[in-house]
């Protein structure tokens, strides 16, 4: 069976690194997508691209591909660009899959679903940057690829980029409730990923706001495209078939 | 070593579907009996069967065949049936093992343990099928049997049968709280059960009614009966022995 | 790569019981101490020994020892332990790893992070035996060592030893939150430990008591020390690498 996959990466990354995961999901038989977002490309203004520029350019990448019946994939702040891609191709989606992925409200930016201390960090460091934030080795070592060892974790985190941080900041414009789409809707939880502290946990808090939805569970961190990606890519597999 | 298994089925199964289970049990050395509830075979009244005549059934089939030190099972809506056998028939029960179960305390109905939008849709199945309910497809899919492919998730909804609603209804009379039985008890949750939602969980919501009661725990979703038997039947046999 | 670990066990506990999980560590390359707590030695006075005895002996092998660069790891009770000392010995502390372990506020005593039923029952017990405790094993079998047979559980109950009652109530002093501490966190769940029932459990109440910490998970009860030493040494040892 074969079924065509978008993949959408989260902030600091590009397409490039969704390969390892794509790659699994092609070899059981996918035809897999990994664009790269408006602000992470190489050459792409850090300071002002923000979330409207982000939605777009995957949209326009799907319909430039005229790609349909899409197993739409979103990790971490993918989240809001599928969330995004979906209110307005909604007829392009067969199954919107959220990898530990943001589940914005109409009207929510991304800074609003995570702690205030996060905030305070990002700002900080926009301020000092142009508006572009990066995480701090110590956080992504311990927070974000808690499962790694540590050459993996440093090997991973050269190949970050600067993200554009209006796009944290900007807030998503939804005609209705991502629960009333009328697309397949799965959430992929991976169950050590501490990138958002308990008190304010990826899943069940955003993949309620899904309605009907299936969860998918494995055991990794929150960037298990690094750490795990065969593991990641059955996951998915399994949250984004019919 | 071998010990006696009854393994009650839940809504809109038989004991036919506990077969499988059933089966690895055996394999392990015990002797498994996996009764049909009364409501549930095939030329039973859908409309006026109650929560008394599925207790008393089971308990029934118990004396019937005079089994003593059972390990009483109980899957979903069996967690009903099998507390108030126990409730009754306390000194033959070696230990009860709710499997992703309703522990319901005295004067409770089933539909007092889940949450208000299944009792509108199944009040509304009910009001229009003489009294007896099913669940529509797409709530299957995504969410009782989530670890599925398409094609099992499609043979097991063939094989469920339209279940009395008033066994949803009626309330259970229990002689004291199922905690103090002088039983040993166990709780199995299948970890990707969404069945019931995130604010209404199985465990630890009615897990800890039990009291001191073991916790075993494995992947999967409230259908492993159907998804994955071999590791389900090892989960209910690290929760029913000594 | 070769690590030095510290490991501290829990209350009722010896360092001979951390030989097994020792032993895998030491397979991986490691050097792995497992000193016995005082209080807990064959000889040691139970009725008197305190909270301020135990954290001072772990520092004082230490420091005979003169190790440095250490991964210092403690379960459940020893949880208490490794918080005073690492208060103590910052410098020679590389990284924290608590395995279901409390952490503990400045000021408080262990009693204060259990359920009152359990204090209830401790000091029953202390009252009748000069101020030792000892669990009974209805509750060690069911919720301490729940993924384990009845004879390994017996046999590992066998081994227990009487526990000094008043290291459970003396108060700690710290001169920091331990969040503060210049020094790596890590916290191991278990995740079927229901040592701690579910209203207070180990995780994440109290490992979010670390600031940023990292999360390793794992299948297995409270006393996977003795019921799953090989999968419990792998995840230690994923917790204490840099």
Redesign the interface.
Known sequence: MSDIYVLVHGAWHTGAEMEAVAGHLRKSGHVVHCPTIAGNNKDDDREKTGLEQAISSVGAYIEANNLRDIRLVGHSYGGMVISGVADRLTDRIKRLVYVNAFVPLDGQCLNDMVPPHYVGLFDAVAAANNNAVMLPF??W???FI??A??ELAKAAYARLNLHPYKTFTDKIALKRPLAELPV???YVNC??D?AL???LPW??RL??RLG??????C?GSHEMFFSNPARLAQAIG?AG??
């Open positions: 110590e956080i070592r311990d927070a808690n499962d060892d540590l397949g809707k799965s169950r050590q501490i502290p308990h008190g899943h069940p993949s309620e009907l939805f299936r969860l998918v569970e055991d399994e078939r019919d």
